[in-house]
């Protein structure tokens, strides 16, 4: 299958610091990545959609100032938490898919954010 | 918005005993998603079902979709440690993947 990849897969930063994580898909074109963050012992929220070369689309509640998304070829997606704080700790994990609607989406091994 | 609400939250189960787990849609379902998460790593495919009724198997794990397409059950049997971890289900919505509650199993020996 196809396969996605997230650098780095953990971090620790200081409070206020950006912190940038990279989700790549390996061996196929993604037109499309999924941002999610998963809380201990909680599912996973999406947090935004990306395309590749427009500006991403984010769920109700997230602060698109705080986390920036870039998609800037089919097969980068970043997030830059920005001015992170204690509560931005958490576990971020990427999904991309290929074109078309209904395209399977595949899931990289996600990063932990420790903001200390 | 569509929610997914998964039950139990967790489970224990003695190793080799069955197992079910359910996630119930507040909308129809078009696309419905079964994942398994080992805690702190990424999510690993198994399953997906589209058309109502529909019944899929792989190794020791089957998976149901209802006819009515608001119900999956994910039903595990002769369940093994390697089993443990946290399943998913995920209701495809347009190109987005909307996930239940997630339910936490731990099969212990």
């Known amino acids: 299958g196809a396969v996605v990849s997230q650098h780095p897969s953990w971090v620790i930063c200081k409070s206020g610091t950006s912190v940038k994580i990279e989700c790549r898909s390996l061996?196929?074109?993604?037109?499309?990545m999924f941002w999610y963050r998963q809380f201990p012992k909680q599912s996973l929220m999406l947090m935004a959609t990306?395309?590749?070369?427009?500006?991403?689309?984010?769920e109700q509640g997230v602060e698109k100032d705080k986390f920036l998304i870039n998609h800037a070829s089919l097969t980068l997606s970043t997030l830059t938490v920005t001015s992170a704080h204690p509560e931005d700790s958490s576990f971020y994990i990427c999904?991309?898919?290929?074109?078309?609607?209904?395209?399977?989406?595949?899931f990289g091994p996600g990063t932990r954010l420790t903001v200390t | 918005s569509q929610e997914l609400e998964q039950s139990p939250q967790s489970l224990i189960v003695q190793e080799g005993k069955n197992l079910t787990i359910n996630c119930t849609s507040s909308?129809?379902?078009?696309?419905l998603y079964w994942y398994k998460q080992k805690y702190g790593e990424g999510l690993i495919f198994l399953m997906m079902?589209?058309?109502?009724?529909e019944e899929k198997s792989h190794e020791k794990i089957t998976a149901k979709l209802d006819e009515k397409k608001q119900q999956s059950s994910l039903h595990i049997t002769a369940s093994q440690p390697s089993h443990a971890g946290i399943y998913l289900c995920?209701?495809?919505?347009?190109?987005?993947?909307?996930f239940g509650t997630g339910t936490r199993l731990q099969v212990f020996p």
């Open positions: 995920g209701a495809a919505n347009t190109d987005k993947l909307i």
């Open positions: 061996d196929f074109q993604a037109t499309t």
């Open positions: 999904s991309a898919s290929g074109p078309g609607p209904g395209a399977k989406q595949y």
């Open positions: 990306s395309n590749e070369g427009s500006k991403a689309t984010y």
């Open positions: 079902l589209q058309k109502g009724g």
């Open positions: 909308k129809t379902l078009y696309g």
